[in-house]
């Protein structure tokens, strides 16, 4: 009996003791606790230390219950922790990745500005200005409408130099009386609807001329863009100033080295009243290069003017030393053959044409062919004086262009 009221004293060494023990220390405790209470149940003392044992027992089961909540807290703490530091570590990638793609796209379009700036300090001449800044500004701006003002040789007023896009003439600043120049600092200005932005073009403190741009709205972000175009843009102005008072005492054309519209023409009325007096013939060559627009679009301006150079060269190359080659216009050449047959001039013609679509325009990198369409027309047998000789050799090259192309057509097989 003694010994029983052992038993409830169990439970106490299990919850000191490795688990195994503890549970078998429950297990005992609970035993001799209800033994001892059915054996002696009228002791106090017994009951007394059974329901410690009891509570003993309780409070080791509770124990565990709560150490095992507790370690397993711990565990998804140190889980939420994790996750954090991951989500953390994602968000500062992303966030570096971002900042270096927007280094390397202002990088790009630094680099494209200022490839876009450069082109137009390479111009020699009013038309490849003109197309070359055309160009960038649609390429920063988005448009290609704008009037390009330069003082006069006295600085006294502007001159509209050059022009792109559908502009009114009863428009501001175009029309009569207008004020075109409005100071020396950028503005917008809202003129009959349009959005006008008004850039002067000033070098050492001296207004050079001023530019128009008409645009659909104000365009903040790229006026520093802007900005570093109109600087290589006065450069651009200058040299092609320059070099058009060069050209004017020359009587070459500086791109293609034959002569000069203006040049040939006299060439030609030199010609018709030799030809008049003495009763002899000549004969009007016009050549236009085939999808010209489509090279400079494709290639650049600048393959461009290196195409319509080989052309003159090719041109200067292919007649005699009585002959005279002239650039009419853009991508067209005109050339004056003296005291020529129509069977004659159609053969060379015809060699011509094979010859350059047989050239290969190296330019760089880009390697391309190009063909050529040649209109001929004879005087007398076409027209009495060079206007209309000239005239019937474009109605020839017309019909060469809408024929195909690539191809020669005298004017007596189209004359009706």
């Known amino acids: 009996m003694e010994l029983l009221l052992l038993w409830p004293l169990l439970p106490f060494a299990g919850i000191w003791g490795p688990p195994v023990v503890s549970w078998i220390g429950i297990i005992l405790g609970v035993a001799g606790w209800l033994s001892t209470g059915m054996m002696v149940r009228g002791s106090l003392g017994v009951w007394m230390s059974s329901g410690v044992s009891l509570g003993v027992v309780i409070a080791f089961v509770l124990k565990n219950i709560l150490s095992q909540r507790r370690l397993f807290s711990q565990s998804e703490r140190e889980l939420a922790d994790t996750v954090r530091q991951v989500h953390a570590m994602e968000r ?89 120049y409005q100071g020396l600092a950028p503005r917008w200005l809202n003129i009959e609807g349009d959005s006008l932005l008004y850039v002067p073009l000033v070098v050492k403190g001296e207004c050079l001329g001023v530019i128009w741009i008409r645009c659909k709205e104000p365009v903040t972000h790229s006026q520093t863009d802007l900005q570093k175009i109109l600087e290589q843009l006065i450069i651009g102005v200058q040299k092609a100033r320059l070099f058009a008072k060069m050209e004017s005492l020359s009587r070459l054309d500086g791109l293609t080295g034959v002569m ?157």
């Open 260 to 416: 000069r519209r203006q040049v040939f023409l006299d060439r030609a009325d030199e010609e018709w009243n030799r030809a008049r007096a003495f009763q002899t013939t000549f004969c009007l060559m016009m050549v236009d290069v085939d999808h010209f627009k489509k090279v400079n679009d494709t290639y650049g301006h600048p393959v461009g003017d290196t195409v319509l150079t080989k052309m003159g060269q090719l041109l200067r190359e292919g007649i005699y030393e009585t002959d005279t080659v002239g650039r009419y216009g853009g991508e067209e050449f005109v050339v004056l053959f003296s005291r020529a047959q129509p069977d004659g001039v159609r053969r060379k013609a015809e060699a011509l044409r094979e010859r350059v679509a047989s050239e290969t325009f190296s330019t760089g990198w880009e390697k391309l062919r190009v063909t050529i369409s040649i209109g001929l027309a004879h005087y007398p047998r076409d027209g009495f004086t060079v206007k209309e000789v000239l005239a019937a050799a474009d109605r020839a090259l017309y019909a060469a262009k809408h024929g195909g192309r690539n191809r020669v057509v005298d004017y007596m097989e189209i004359r009706q």
């Open 92 to 180: 500062e990638y992303d966030e570096k990745k971002k900042l270096l793609e927007d280094r390397e796209k202002e990088e790009a379009r630094a680099f494209q500005i200022y490839s876009l700036a450069r082109s137009l300090t390479e111009s020699f001449s009013w038309d490849s200005l003109a197309s070359r800044f055309t160009h960038v500004l649609q390429k920063v701006t988005g448009s290609t409408d704008f009037l390009l003002y330069l003082s006069s040789d006295n600085r006294e007023q502007m001159e509209l130099s050059l022009r792109s896009g559908a502009w009114r003439e009863d428009q501001t600043p175009l029309s009569q009386g207008a004020q075109v």
